[in-house]
């Protein structure tokens, strides 16, 4: 077992900027460490489907971005402290959602992660 648990989010000002983090905490004897998974975020706005964000490798050697964020976010992880981190900047409106992290056997902009968290709000005002 893993369990996430995001942080970091809020309200910003347009242009500002907002780092999220999600810890993650592995169950006793469980075999399902942080390291072994790729992490991702996603982002949910209200009445829209939930969308691909960023996501990082195992070791955090490579990365992908939803062309709406690349630019402007950077996903990274440390897997020393068993957390991943999603720094946002130049946040425009329309980032303005709740944004959850993901963990799972492979990098993928699909959803079909293994362990998600409940996600924090984060809300971009003008």
């Known amino acids: 077992q893993l369990q996430l648990v995001e942080s970091g989010g809020g309200l910003v000002q347009a242009g500002g900027s907002l780092r999220l983090a999600c810890a993650a905490t592995?169950?006793?004897?469980?075999?399902?460490?942080?390291?072994?998974?790729?992490v991702a975020w996603f982002r949910q706005a209200p009445g829209k489907e939930r969308e691909f964000v960023a996501t990082?490798?195992?070791?955090?050697?490579?990365?992908d971005y939803a062309d709406s964020v690349k630019g402007r976010f950077t996903i990274s992880r440390d897997n020393a402290k068993n957390t991943a981190y999603l720094q946002m900047n130049q946040l425009k409106l329309e980032d303005t959602a709740r944004y959850y992290c993901?963990?799972?056997?492979?990098?993928?902009?699909?959803?079909?992660?293994?362990?998600w968290g409940q996600g924090t709000q984060v809300a971009v005002s003008s």
């Open positions: 990082i490798t195992l070791r955090g050697w490579s990365a």
């Open positions: 592995e169950g006793v004897a469980s075999e399902d460490t942080f390291s072994r998974f790729a």
């Open positions: 993901a963990a799972g056997a492979a990098p993928t902009r699909e959803a079909n992660y293994k362990y």
